[in-house]
């Protein structure tokens, strides 16, 4: 946007109309993206549980889904992931919960917050039939933090408008500008 401006700035207004034409390209993909993470979400939630499923340690299942400890550890402690433990204290994970990293790990790709994810998972784990665009994209009142990522479908078709805003006007001072030479 910066770069934008400052061509803009220079009277350089072909270039700022490509350079702001990318920046809406991007934005789009970005967009495109969260929209396939939530639809992959949907796709999740009707995959049929298996009667016996097979069980993984942490490292397991680390390896399996090419994850760090650390990053379901992470999961974990912000409470997107609740664990069963053996008797002898040792994480067990089980289908649910590879399905559940898949959605974890789909809306983190999207750049969907950890806050964003747990306020839908939360949802999801009282009603699997609630509207997922719009609960991932609405922050409660009372959540403490609130991001650009909490909002990230918003804030998305908000920067693609004022993009196109930009275009608008980057177009109207190309045009001012050769009337007056």
Request: hydrophobic residues 40%; aromatic residues 4%; glycine residues 2%.
């Amino acid at each position: 946007m910066i770069d934008i401006i400052k061509a803009s700035a220079r009277g350089e207004y072909d270039e700022a109309l490509v350079l702001a034409r990318k920046h809406l390209e991007s934005i789009s993909k970005e967009e495109k993206n969260a929209e396939e993470a939530i639809e992959i979400v949907e796709n999740n939630l009707l995959k049929e549980i298996l009667e016996n499923p097979k069980t993984y340690t942490r490292k397991q299942l680390a390896d399996y889904l090419e994850l760090t400890i650390d990053t379901l550890r992470n999961w974990e402690l912000n409470g997107l992931l609740r664990i069963k433990r053996k008797e002898n204290g040792y994480r067990v994970y089980n289908e649910d919960d590879i399905k559940r990293i898949k959605i974890i790990l789909s809306l983190r790709c999207a750049n969907f917050s950890l806050s964003a994810i747990l306020r839908l998972l939360s949802n999801l784990d009282h009603d699997n039939n609630v509207d997922i665009k719009h609960i991932i994209d609405t922050p409660k009142e009372n959540e403490d933090i609130v991001s650009v990522c909490d909002k990230l479908l918003t804030s998305l078709e908000d920067a693609k408008d004022e993009c196109n805003k930009m275009i608008i006007q980057i177009k109207k001072m190309k045009k001012i500008n050769i009337m007056i030479q």
